[in-house]
């Protein structure tokens, strides 16, 4: 069962831990600790990614819509945990080697299934824009003509960044979420994908092909749990991800915070939206869930630099760090706690009901548009506190930043 930690409040997240006085806890403790608290979480990804997994069959089994339902708040319990994991990546090698094959996004669903009209018929820089291989047993990628009658895991790996362009997403998270939700076509207004659960309905099939489109979602969900077991196993005992991370050192734990806070989460997920006010530069795009996932990169954050997950604390980056300067330790509390109450008010917002993501980086909502840059500028601050945390412990090393956020000019 996952762990209920997600609600925590920010107060009892950024409250009391090991006493400022103490002796600064041994690197290799504070190392091990994060290797632990990696293993667990993913362990909570792979397990809430099966529990989609068996909302999925279910689905595909009695296509109704109650049971899309289901499969569609599987998928958004899903991102929770796996939104946490993220601070574990930047600064470990093998997890950003890993974490396209089940992250990756935007992507150009015209390679997967069929698309409206106002998406278009082509793009200069994706020859395979409008593939639909749900569509065609027999595709060509290239020079190369696939055998694509038998749609199965090995099918959607060759297709993942064919022809080496990236928004090639054939697997991962938001491959499944085009399949469960369908295209956003509501733009900056009001409304997710409204895929009809008939697209899978064999008896009474929308938009053909439906069997082909069930052996799909079937076996990129499959993807999703294979991928994710690897992971898992990365972080124990011996696990290749563990040894890099112990080899990094505490450096590995703040290019991890700092990156996703500036580059990733500041940068290319919130900031770029924001310049082009295009809902297609929102992360969860076909399901209007950009609010949660931004908000639980938050929390994984905080929880990486305070050692707490699961509701549990331990010898910590933050330890180590205020016994070396408290002072830049409590700033980049200040600073989680503030980015943290701005990311929260945008989730509430739209949790409620009254305000989705997409529509507040619509070009004409002022209100949107300030919670929004409200919640990056904050990110950058708590970058800049997390860089001064780097300096406090004579760490010198570069964060991820992000040439759109940077040089924000549109090309």
């Known amino acids: 069962m996952i762990r209920q930690f997600v609600y925590l409040t920010a107060a009892l997240m950024l409250g009391a831990t090991w006493a400022a006085e103490a002796a600064a806890p041994a690197p290799e403790t504070v190392l091990a600790h994060y290797g632990d608290m990696a293993q667990a979480m993913y362990g909570d990804v792979l397990a809430a990614a099966k529990a989609l997994q068996r909302d999925v069959d279910t689905f595909l089994a009695d296509p109704t819509p109650q049971k899309l339902m289901a499969a569609r708040e599987a998928w958004k319990r899903a991102r929770v945990p796996y939104s946490q994991s993220e601070a574990f990546r930047f600064g470990n090698p093998v997890v950003d080697a890993w ?20 998406y278009g018929t082509t793009s200069d820089e994706n020859p395979l824009y409008t ?56 733009g900056t ?36 749990v294979d991928d994710l077991a690897e992971m898992v196993a990365d972080w124990g005992a011996h ?58 990169n938050q929390l994984g954050m905080i929880e990486i630099w305070r050692g707490s997950y699961g509701g549990k604390a331990h010898p910590s980056l933050r330890d180590y760090a205020m016994a070396k300067d408290a002072a830049a330790a409590k700033r980049l509390d200040a600073a989680m706690e503030a980015a943290l109450t701005k990311i929260k008010l945008i989730k509430g917002t ?55 956020f940077d040089s924000p000019t549109p090309k």
């Open 99 to 118: 974490e396209p094959r089940v992250n990756s996004w935007p992507l150009d669903e015209g390679l997967i299934d069929y698309v409206a009209s106002l």
């Open 350 to 404: 739209a949790d409620s009901g009254r305000m989705s993501y997409d529509q507040m980086i619509g070009n004409s909502n002022l209100a949107g548009n300030t919670m929004v840059q409200n919640a990056v500028d904050a990110l950058v601050a708590q970058t800049r506190a997390t860089e001064g945390v780097m300096q406090a412990l004579g760490l010198k090393v570069a964060l991820q930043g992000s040439e759109k």
């Open 239 to 296: 696990g290749k991800a563990r040894a890099t991370a112990a080899k990094g050192g505490l450096a590995t734990m703040l290019i991890g915070i700092g990156s996703l806070s500036y580059g990733e989460l500041a940068g290319e997920r919130m900031k770029l939206g924001l310049i082009l006010h295009d809902p297609e530069e929102e992360q969860d795009c076909f399901s209007d869930n950009t609010h949660s996932s931004h908000y639980y």
């Open 189 to 224: 207004n009001a409304g997710a994908g409204e895929r009809p659960a008939t697209d899978y309905d064999l008896k009474h099939c929308t938009h053909g092909n439906c069997d082909r489109r069930a052996a799909y979602l079937r076996a990129v969900t499959g993807l999703l």
């Open 131 to 186: 593939l639909n291989v749900i569509a065609h047993p027999r595709i060509r990628v290239g020079a190369k003509v696939i055998d694509a009658s038998h749609i199965d895991k090995k099918l959607l790996r060759e297709l993942e960044e064919a022809q080496g362009v990236k928004t090639n997403v054939a697997i991962g998270y938001h491959a499944i979420e085009f399949l469960l939700w369908g295209q956003d076509l509501h």
